[in-house]
């Protein structure tokens, strides 16, 4: 059973604000599918990969289902100019899984996107170069991956985001760490 569900926010260019709305949709379309194909609400999701594809991005919201990390994939795009909603694609059952820690929810993990490409945009690149950004909890962190395009060449950065006080903060990495969702 396929259930759109749509989500109107206005958007004058391709930005990463259109993350950060994917991001939502998707969220709440995922909540919506689950609790309707399950009859319980949805698990916590774990992580997100969010990546432009022409029109649309593609989000796919990462949760725990019987001890397996699952993905709900879920395309974001616009019908009229400023009118967007997200819905079910596919769902993929990945790999055996146990969570590493349960700190980081929705709602910290909608507060670090705009963080992560904020801290991104000043320190490596314009945030229209960006392609996807992949985002997980691992233990104390929510570590990043931001694929963006400089010219022909693809490049990776990657980052932690983590509360410092009252608020999130977000961090240079060397790597992915722990934890990275990998898709088929």
């Known amino acids: ?10 958007a004058l260019s391709f930005s990463a604000s259109n993350f950060e709305y994917a991001f939502s949709g998707s969220t709440e379309a995922y909540q919506t599918d689950f609790q309707t194909d399950n009859g319980r609400p949805a698990p916590q999701p774990y992580g997100y990969f969010l990546e432009k594809e022409e029109n649309e991005i593609l989000s796919t919201v990462f949760f ?19 009118e967007y909603d997200c ?14 820690s349960n ?18 945009a000043q320190n490596v690149a314009p945030e229209s170069d960006i392609v996807s950004l992949k985002f997980w909890e691992a233990f104390s962190n929510i570590r990043y991956v931001v694929t963006y395009k400089k010219g022909e060449n693809v490049n990776q950065y990657f980052l932690a985001c983590h509360f410092h006080g009252g608020g999130l903060d977000c961090h240079r990495k060397r790597d992915a760490g722990p934890g990275e969702p990998i898709l088929p």
Request: aromatic share 12%.
């Open 64 to 82: 725990e289902e019987n001890r397996k990390l699952t993905g709900s994939v879920y395309g974001c795009h616009e019908h009229s100019p400023g």
């Open 103 to 120: 700190l980081y929810g929705v709602e910290e993990m909608k507060q670090s996107v705009p963080l992560a490409i904020e801290f991104f």
């Open 87 to 100: 819905h079910r694609e596919n769902k993929l059952t990945l790999s055996d899984f146990s969570r590493s």
């Open 1 to 10: 059973m396929w259930i759109v569900l749509g989500l109107v926010f206005s």
